[in-house]
């Protein structure tokens, strides 16, 4: 089975501006969550989808959103960039929220 | 509050020994704890799982403990080698269908 593939790998914005991440997950996992990782913070859980339907969210502001799709495919969005946006942003995917978490390669963000 | 602790400084070993990371956390009662692998640039890899009616779990070169009462797991690699470099990151579940992760603990394995 193909990996968790993440869109784009690499990316640059300046402040203010937005962004959308995409995220496929493995061939019938309906589980998506998305992370946030920076040097100063680590591995922070942003939300999870499944069924298109956000079951869990953390503690981020609202710029931060998300969406799945019917294929399972979820996208998140960053709205008004800030400096502090810049991270290696991580999807993840199982079947139906099991333990093991599958990860992709990350999108790194950086906002200048 | 809750936390998660491992050791932030890297840990320097020579290869053929065994590395031992340690996690801590408070304010937790994990059904299960969970040990990833991260290499630079790139996304976690699952490692093993324990759960917490479980001492301890082997998979091949790798042993993890899990003891409740000290709120701590130790996550082993025997007979370590150069390939074994990266960080190594613990993560719990918090009951929320999300994972908490610790900092991380780099390993380097010199030849």
């Known amino acids: 089975k193909a990996g968790v593939t993440q869109t784009p790998r690499y990316l640059i914005k300046t402040r203010g501006q937005q962004v959308t991440l995409s995220c496929s997950p493995i061939s019938g996992h309906r589980s998506v969550s998305w992370y946030q990782q920076t040097p100063g913070q680590g591995l922070q859980f942003l939300f999870e989808y499944f069924s298109e339907t956000q079951r869990n969210k953390g503690n981020f502001p609202g710029r931060f959103s998300g969406r799945q799709f019917s294929n399972s495919r979820s996208e998140m969005n960053v709205s008004t960039l800030e400096l502090g946006d810049s991270a290696l942003y991580l999807c993840?995917?199982?079947?139906?929220?099991?333990?093991?978490?599958?990860f992709g390669p990350g999108t790194r963000l950086l906002v200048l | 509050s809750q936390k998660i602790e491992q050791n932030s400084e890297a840990l320097n070993i020579q290869e053929g020994k065994t590395a031992t990371l340690t996690c801590n956390y408070t304010?937790?009662?994990?059904?299960?704890l969970q040990w990833y692998r991260q290499d630079p640039g790139r996304g976690p890899v699952f490692l093993l799982l324990?759960?917490?009616?479980?001492k301890e779990k082997r998979k091949e070169r790798l042993k993890v403990t899990f003891d409740t009462t000290l709120k701590q797991s130790l996550f082993h690699i025997t007979a370590s080698q150069p390939a074994d470099s990266a960080t190594y990151l613990c993560?719990?579940?918090?009951?929320?269908?999300?994972?908490?992760f610790g900092s991380g603990t780099r390993l380097q394995v010199q030849p």
């Open positions: 324990i759960r917490e009616n479980e």
């Open positions: 993840a995917s199982s079947l139906e929220y099991q333990e093991t978490q599958y």
């Open positions: 304010n937790y009662s994990p059904a299960y």
């Open positions: 993560a719990l579940d918090t009951g929320r269908r999300a994972l908490t």
